[in-house]
């Protein structure tokens, strides 16, 4: 296997900006974990939820959005108001593997956000752990 960049590890620390909920065009997919933990964080149905805070693109469901691209539960005073329950697709952010694939779009990740770079140090492990949905940043 060939050694990866991040080898050494990469820091990242979220600082709260809400640059990652605000992205416009961005979408957020859904995985049936996700749709039964923020039905059951918000007190309603997975039926419910995906009638009210959902639709499908393609094969994909995705969470809804506010005409300006923000995410429908993110809130400029509060941040994210389902953080404890948020998709796998937002606890792994930034170790995606788009974003990974090079140090050239890691550091073109991190012009657009402030924690990319900054704080916690993540071990190769602990990034492959995250990319593998087995822990959360």
Known sequence: M?????SEGLRFSCIG??????IPD???FLESEDIRNLA??????EEEFLQKYTHTEGKFVVLN???????????????????PARPRQCRT??????????????DEMAKQCPGINRGKL??????EA???GEKDT
């Open 122 to 127: 993540y071990s190769c492990e602990e990034i």
């Open 26 to 28: 961005g979408v957020v």
């Open 40 to 45: 059951q964080y918000l007190g309603i149905s």
């Open 2 to 6: 060939n050694p990866v960049f991040y």
């Open 130 to 132: 995250i990319r593998r």
């Open 93 to 106: 952010f930034p170790f995606w593997d788009s974003i990974l694939s090079s140090p050239e779009r890691w």
């Open 17 to 22: 900006c809400g640059r990652c909920c605000t």
């Open 65 to 83: 959005d506010f005409p300006n691209g923000e995410c429908i539960f993110y809130r400029r005073d509060k941040g994210c108001v389902v953080y």
